[in-house]
């Protein structure tokens, strides 16, 4: 069905802008509120349940930085500050190792969003230590 295709194809591509709104968002500021205001306006934008995007990116093996700013700030879930802990504790620990070692304008967008997830989960497992959450 052609219809089934597009909403499949169109959801992927609010999650892709959407991961790449939460990586720009972390790398240009350090403002957490600013992040979260960030994507509250994209989800009323394009009309998104929070919840919805949680529960799709809960499902997956990657992106765990996300889920872990999820649960640390209560976007379409609980402010949980321990499941955020393992979700940047697992992003922190992903195998990223080659895609360093190779030229970053080769990558394709995956591994360039894999290598933001390892960073960002770093970042925000630090951050958790350093404000005691």
């Known amino acids: 069905d052609q219809s089934t295709n597009y909403k ?5 591509s609010l999650l892709q802008n959407l991961l790449q709104l939460f990586i720009t968002q972390f790398n240009t500021t350090t403002n957490s509120k600013q992040i979260f205001n960030s994507l509250l306006n994209y989800f009323e934008v394009n009309q ?8 799709e990116l809960a499902y997956q ?3 765990f930085s996300m889920i872990g700013y ?5 976007v379409g879930t609980e402010i949980d500050y321990q499941k955020a802990f393992w979700m940047y504790k697992l992003s922190s620990e992903s195998e990223v190792k080659n895609d360093f070692e190779n030229n970053l304008d080769n990558l394709s967008l995956l591994d360039k969003f894999n ?3 390892y960073i960002i989960g770093k970042i925000s497992l630090g951050l958790l230590y350093f404000v005691g959450k």
């Open 8 to 12: 499949i194809d169109d959801q992927s």
């Open 61 to 63: 093996d990657y992106n």
């Open 70 to 74: 999820f649960h640390e700030y209560g």
């Open 48 to 55: 998104i349940d929070p919840s919805l995007i949680f529960n």
């Open 115 to 117: 290598i933001n997830n």
